[in-house]
T-cell receptor, first 115, second 114 residues
Framework: KAGVTQTPRYLIKTRGQQVTLSCSPI?????VSWYQQTPGQGLQFLFE???????NKGNFPGRFSGRQFSNSRSEMNVSTLELGDSALYLC??????????????FGPGTRLTVL | AQTVTQSQPEMSVQEAETVTLSCTYD???????LFWYKQPPSRQMILVIR??????QNATENRFSVNFQKAAKSFSLKISDSQLGDTAMYFC???????????FGQGTTLQVKP
């Protein structure tokens, strides 16, 4: 079974631009969660989507948004990029949502550099 | 607050030896899963091992095993016969109910030396 895939793997953007990242979950998984990883802040939760609905949201500004499609693929969008948005963006998929026994499996990440 | 604490930022071990990574957590929930994830340098985060809190038996996956002490809220990872490929950052984590969010510890960077 194929794992979680993320595209693109690397992105270089300039301040003020916007960017869209894509995540395809493991087949049969309906929940997709997004995380931002930086050396200073560690792993921070952005949001979770399940059945095309945002179920949970982390403490990020409204410039960070996402959506999920009927095939469970998810996209994350960041508008008006800032230097501090440079990070590794990870998505993770799981079969279900809401339980504390869900197991999340991670994709390889998208490395975003904002110049 | 639901938190995960890894008190060892960095550790090193000689190849073929055994090393234990520590993790403590705090939750008021009774049934949950605990996880150890491994993130090699510039590589993908992968699930190493998972422990179900309602099971008293410690989980084992080949060279990886845990020491789960529910009352003490302690969840350590033991790596036996360490290999160079075990060099990575290791994260302890769990998911509180209805959040969809893994709560991660700060991570422990493990270096396996030849």
């Amino acid at each position: 079974k194929a794992g979680v895939t993320q595209t693109p793997r690397y992105l270089i953007k300039t301040r003020g631009q916007q960017v869209t990242l894509s995540c395809s979950p493991i087949s049969g998984h309906r929940s997709v969660s997004w995380y931002q990883q930086t050396p200073g802040q560690g792993l921070q939760f952005l949001f979770e989507y399940f059945s095309e609905t945002q179920r949970n949201k982390g403490n990020f500004p409204g410039r960070f948004s996402g959506r999920q499609f009927s095939n469970s693929r998810s996209e994350m969008n960041v508008s008006t990029l800032e230097l501090g948005d440079s990070a590794l963006y990870l998505c993770a998929s799981s079969r279900t949502s809401g339980g504390n026994t869900d197991t999340q499996y991670f994709g390889p990440g998208t490395r975003l550099t904002v110049l | 607050a639901q938190t995960v604490t890894q008190s060892q930022p960095e550790m090193s071990v000689q190849e073929a030896e055994t090393v234990t990574l520590s993790c403590t957590y705090d939750t008021s929930e009774n049934n949950y899963y605990l996880f150890w994830y491994k993130q090699p340098p510039s590589r993908q985060m992968i699930l190493v091992i998972r422990q179900e809190a309602y099971k008293q038996q410690n989980a084992t996956e080949n060279r990886f095993s845990v020491n789960f002490q529910k009352a003490a809220k302690s969840f350590s990872l033991k790596i036996s016969d360490s290999q160079l490929g075990d060099t990575a950052m290791y994260f302890c984590a769990f998911i509180p109910s209805n959040t969809g969010k893994l709560i991660f510890g700060q991570g422990t960077t493990l270096q396996v030396k030849p």
